[in-house]
T-cell receptor, first 115, second 117 residues
Framework: GAGVSQSPSNKVTEKGKDVELRCDPI?????LYWYRQSLGQGLEFLIY????????KSGLPSDRFSAERTGGSVSTLTIQRTQQEDSAVYLC?????????????FGDGTRLSIL | AQKITQTQPGMFVQEKEAVTLDCTYD???????LFWYKQPSSGEMIFLIY??????QNATEGRYSLNFQKARKSANLVISASQLGDSAMYFC??????????????FGKGTKLSVKP
């Protein structure tokens, strides 16, 4: 399809395991964003990519969280040594450019559950 | 301090009537953008409408319009002729600056709209 694609759609894992979440942005979009949505915290920004570099990673909650983007396209968000508080829906978005007037288009998210 | 405030956790509207969802914001940056998103129960976030801080006219997109009152720092979403499919969570969001190094949308806590037949 033409939209932002995220995989897996659901992930259940045990506490302490590492997880990798994938985002495939809309073709031609240079900017990519990760957010997470949980009941208690609402929608929180995690990291922003312009091309392959991340000018804003201010939202990453701890050094267990990392993300990369390769080829100016696909991005992966990695959470190491998962904790129960990491349970949330992880949303990826992309926009045509990084300009503030560009709407961010979201994928359907990955629902992460830590047992 | 909250940067985006949505004071209505839940609202009801009769089908075919208009409804206004409130949003106030707080920023000292003269350049910013305001966005509204819809999130149905299925979970996807759908972009609805955008208003830039320097825009002279209120934004409109089909049945959606944005009542932008800059001095009051409010950006209310107006949905005309409500439909059953409009039942969803609605989020107001802001992005400060021109972009570039700052990427994030700051979201309000949302308003759950229920359209009654």
């Amino acid at each position: 399809g033409a939209g932002v694609s995220q995989s897996p759609s659901n992930k259940v894992t045990e506490k302490g395991k590492d997880v990798e979440l994938r985002c495939d942005p809309i073709s031609g979009h240079t900017a990519l964003y990760w957010y997470r949505q949980s009941l208690g915290q609402g929608l929180e920004f995690l990291i922003y990519f312009q091309g392959n570099s991340a000018p804003d990673k201010s939202g990453l909650p701890s050094d267990r969280f990392s993300a990369e983007r390769t080829g100016g396209s696909v991005s992966t968000l990695t959470i190491q040594r998962t904790q129960q508080e990491d349970s949330a829906v992880y949303l990826c978005a992309s926009s045509l450019t990084g300009w503030a007037n560009q709407p961010q288009h979201f994928g359907d998210g990955t629902r992460l559950s830590i047992l | 301090a909250q940067k985006i405030t949505q004071t209505q956790p839940g609202m009801f509207v009769q089908e075919k009537e208009a409804v206004t969802l409130d949003c106030t914001y707080d920023t000292s940056d003269p350049s910013y953008g305001l966005f509204w998103y819809k999130q149905p129960s299925s979970g996807e976030m759908i972009f609805l409408i955008y208003q830039g801080s320097y825009d002279q006219q209120n934004a409109t997109e089909g049945r959606y319009s944005l009542n932008f009152q800059k001095a009051r720092k409010s950006a209310n979403l107006v949905i005309s002729a409500s439909q059953l499919g409009d039942s969803a969570m609605y989020f107001c969001a802001m992005r400060e600056g021109h972009g570039g190094s700052q990427g994030n949308l700051i979201f309000g806590k949302g308003t759950k709209l229920s359209v009654k037949p």
